[in-house]
């Protein structure tokens, strides 16, 4: 397996958030990371990019234990792409891209990791702004470029903390059919934190989903998102159709627009 996560607990001072969670991400598997917010996402994805110091269990990469690599041998293995950026406001794009190469060459960048930088680049459809400061972009513009960096990581796992959560429709699809294709094609593994079930079930191979810091289900998307699973999880009565040989997650509602659970569409988190 490319990453494997055993036993892996995680705490705030005396306040538990992730307790023993385990599970696997194949080469070549894009998996995705469900639940409700505080349900651990996040600080999970942060546990396994080496952002946050697990209380107990093991990360492996390749059969590799991340916490016995130094910070630059792991930045060659992860790629972690946050919610929201931190790099020097006074950085370009291609600059900020170039940040990803950083573990791969000594002083100055070879040919090879300026080759790898364009790529990233023209994948993530950053060409035309690629010298412009990271301050003068959209928030959607800034993620991109983010995710533009980790992909010229060139890494075996690449981890997403909710990448699309500042994109709009169009660039939310074309970063997940981007995401997929590149773990497909070169084999990785890749992790991410996101929302909305149904891009869940459309684009990823697997799916693990986080109630309470436990988690409480892991398998294909048919697998994963079932009903009592999800009714438990959300609070929200739902029903799993079959869509376009894959499965499709819809509220059940009333005419006045209420759940079966009495809340309104409006106020549902389930997209």
Do not use: W
Not at 100 to 119: C, L, M, Q, Y
């Amino acid at each position: 397996m490319s990453l494997t996560v055993q036993n892996l607990s995680f705490a705030y001072g005396s306040r538990t958030i992730l307790e023993d969670i385990s599970f696997e991400v194949a080469p070549g598997a894009f998996c995705a990371l469900l639940g409700p917010n505080g349900s651990g996402k996040s600080t999970l994805v942060k546990a396994i990019a080496g952002v946050h110091r697990a209380k107990a269990g093991v990360v492996t990469v390749e059969g590799r234990r991340t916490s016995a690599l130094g910070r630059r041998e792991l930045a060659k293995v992860v790629g972690y792409v946050p919610q929201a950026g931190d790099a020097p406001f006074d950085l370009s794009v291609r600059e900020a891209v170039m940040l990803g190469r950083t573990p791969h060459f000594g002083i100055s960048p070879r040919p090879e990791d300026r080759a790898a930088v364009e790529d990233a680049i023209v994948r993530m459809g950053l060409t035309d702004i690629a010298e412009q400061s990271l301050s003068e972009l959209s928030g959607g513009q800034a993620q991109r470029a983010l995710i533009a960096r980790a992909l010229a990581q060139d890494t075996r796992v690449l981890l997403l903390d909710e990448p699309t959560s500042a994109l709009d429709l169009r660039y939310q699809i074309e970063t997940l059919q981007l995401v997929r294709q590149i773990t497909r094609e070169e084999g990785i593994s890749a992790l991410i934190a996101i929302h909305d079930l149904n891009h869940a079930a459309r684009y990823c191979d697997q799916v693990v989903v986080l109630h309470g810091g436990h988690l409480v289900a892991d398998g294909t998307p048919e697998e994963a998102l079932q009903e009592p699973t999800l009714r438990s999880v959300y609070e929200v009565d739902v029903e799993v159709a079959a869509q376009g040989g894959g499965v499709e997650v819809r509220p059940r509602v009333d005419e006045a627009g209420f759940t079966r659970t009495g809340r309104r569409l409006d106020e549902l988190v389930v997209p």
